[in-house]
């Protein structure tokens, strides 16, 4: 059995209070909530071990290198990467993603292109824009329908040697929808293009298996898998990342600097510039512990369960309607009132302890696809509970009838 | 002081809110003064007057008539309205010079405290500096 109480009790501020009532978190997709185990890696990490990594031959860098890079080995086998240095330690999940557009800036060619799904973040769009501007290639997008799912009819005929390079989020943050990124990585490879995954919003729910998956690219985020924030991943496979250039020039990524030339150090140091978050990767490693310790498996299962009672209850109430229905989902809900703005249900909401995001979530693009300012999102993790979902659906209740 | 001045206004309608004894009143009555906002004519409703930094929108016009600066607005949420309604009631029809050196901790003790943090995606502390710049721009106009 999945022990919710139980669970709730390792996470402090679920015992909170807001605005006098007890705090309801729905707002797991934007960040997730800290348990003590988490918590007690980073004040063992101040109270025992603070020190710099990797050129210190004192007793504490040692410790403190042996724990960053063991916290590597934990992601690693998370994602089931083959390689530990096929793991770089970045700051989340935008980092990345910067990482690998600034990287293909000089492998591109103009005439060449770029697709982007139309269900992305505003990280997963602005930086290869970007990237488009500086190589003269062609940003193209992969679009969507109205359950919220992807098209990919367009998009597999128009594939060619051409491609160079897709993105997709593995989940939609704004609609909670699972793509099909099992069928665009193999589409892609046969042309030849380079694919990067964005698994910030599918790293809580899904485990994703790097070799299994065959992909070019993963990045995460540990503030959504129970981490610190400032703390993520990216994986890239090793002939990738040999292939590109470093990100950012510093300590730590070299290997011999003299004023005529400077070698770089090999991976996963040559993208590793200055001091890390060295504190953030080692609680990253104890969050994947936590979550492990659970079972991914029973986490999504437990998910899947609020996420259908939660999407129930609250078709149940007159005017509201559900964007993003797609068959494959997680754990969110994005909704509106007929007749409500989203941020006037979000303050009410507020008003009652209740948290969840209102507005376009960076993705204004998905928001005009449905002609809408926003939505209410509200985004269910492991520790919340069907009373949980009970107290949203009154307080949406309680809401209706102040603002209709 | 004159009688129908800012502060006059402002004391009056923390008077009302007084009358309210929890945040549901409260608000509900605050969705009553946004019924009765000053609407901003359809044709102000452009990019140029939307008040940046608020997740709702938020559209001012200002206008002299008399030396008095008079204020419309609108906004596609509820609560916002409200609360432009509430500071267009306190600023409206008041000389430019007196809106400049208007003080607004009002907000404060009416219980909308918490609206006033600039991280608040409502946008309240945008809404008064645009009122605020409304007069200064016309208070420049009038001096020159």
Sequence with gaps: ?404 | MEQNGIAAIQEEIVEEFSLFDDWMQRYEYMIELGKSLPKIEEQYKTDDHLIKGCQSKVWVHAELVDGRLVFTADSDAIITKGIIAILIRAFSNQKPADIIAAKTDFIDQIGLKEHLSPTRANGLVSMIRQLKLYAVAFEAQLES
């Design chain 1, 1 to 404: 059995m999945f022990d919710v109480a139980r669970i709730r009790e390792d996470f402090p501020i679920l015992k909170r209070q807001v605005n006098g009532k007890p705090l309801v978190y729905l707002d797991n997709a934007a960040t997730s909530q800290t348990p003590q185990q988490v918590i007690d890696a980073i004040v063992d990490y101040y109270s025992r071990y603070n020190a710099n990594i990797h050129r210190g031959v004192h007793t504490l860098s040692q410790e403190a290198t042996e724990a960053y890079e063991a916290a590597r080995v934990k992601i690693q086998k998370h994602f089931n990467a083959a390689k530990a240095h096929e793991i770089i330690l970045t700051s989340g999940t935008t980092h990345g993603i910067n990482l690998v557009a600034q990287g293909f800036t000089d492998l591109l060619h103009p005439g060449e292109e770029i697709w982007v799904s139309a269900l992305e973040h505003h990280s997963n769009i602005v930086p290869w824009q970007m990237l488009c501007e500086r190589s003269g290639t062609r940003l193209r997008v992969i679009p969507m329908n109205e359950t919220g799912e992807l098209e990919l009819e367009g998009f597999l005929k128009e594939l060619s040697p051409k491609t160079r390079l897709v993105f997709c989020n593995h989940v939609s943050n704004a609609l909670g929808t699972v793509n099909p990124i099992e069928k665009i990585i193999s589409a892609a490879h046969q042309v030849g293009a380079a694919v990067l995954i964005d698994g910030a919003q599918a790293a809580p729910h899904i485990k994703a298996d790097m070799q299994a998956l065959d992909v070019d690219f993963y990045t995460v985020s540990a503030h959504k898998l129970c981490g610190p924030t400032g703390a993520g991943a990216l994986y890239g496979k090793e002939a990738w990342l040999e292939k590109l250039p470093p990100y950012q020039g510093g300590g730590e990524m070299i290997a011999e600097v003299t004023f005529e030339k400077t070698t770089y150090a090999g991976l996963p140091h040559k993208f590793e510039a200055g001091t890390p978050n060295i504190c953030g990767g080692i609680a990253f490693g104890a969050a994947l512990d936590y979550l492990n310790a659970i079972g991914m498996d029973r986490i999504a299962a437990y998910e899947h369960e609020l996420l259908a009672y939660a999407t129930e209850k609250l078709l149940a109430i007159p005017g509201l309607r559900i964007y993003g229905e797609a068959a494959q989902k997680t754990s969110v809900i994005s909704f509106n009132l007929e007749g409500a703005h989203p941020y006037d249900v979000g303050t009410i909401l507020d008003k009652l302890g209740i948290a969840v995001r209102t507005g376009h979530h960076c993705a204004q693009p998905v928001m005009d696809f449905y002609r809408i300012p926003g939505t209410v999102r509200a985004s269910f993790s492991f520790y919340n509970t069907r009373q949980e979902v009970d107290t949203l659906v009154a307080g949406v209740g309680r809401a209706r009838q102040m603002l209709l």
